[in-house]
Nanobody, 123 residues
């Protein structure tokens, strides 16, 4: 059974950092591109960034470039999203997702999704 489970969300002050993790099973996910999206209340789902599990190449949305970093941990079969210099506008539910297409930023290209984890940044 395909499963993605996010963890690590919470409340943080502006300027702070938070690290999200996504546990993926089964291990066949290692052939996929793993992405992070976020959705704030009343807004469309937004692409945050993604990583190829095979090549570890990454790409990011413009709003998070230079602040967020995605990485993989093969031993733990997890994908992490390190978020630094957080801003109140980063407040959203963050989702982990998997796609067979590297380079896409469209949520429709990601077929498997986690349940989401809330990130709240206070000013």
């Amino acid at each position: 059974q395909v499963q993605l489970v996010e963890s690590g969300g919470g409340l943080v002050q502006a300027g702070g950092s938070l690290r999200l993790s996504c546990a993926a099973s089964p291990r066949t996910f290692r052939g996929y591109t793993m992405g992070w999206f976020r959705q704030a209340p009343g807004k469309e789902r937004e692409f945050v960034g993604a990583i190829s599990w095979v090549s570890t190449k990454t790409y990011y949305g413009d709003s998070v470039k230079g602040r967020f970093t995605i990485s993989t941990d093969n031993a733990k079969n997890t994908v992490s999203l390190q978020m630094n210099s957080l801003k109140p506008e980063d407040t959203a539910v963050y989702y982990c997702a998997a796609s067979g297409t590297f380079g896409s930023t469209r949520s429709s290209d990601f077929g498997s999704w986690g349940q989401g984890t809330q990130v709240t940044v206070s000013s």
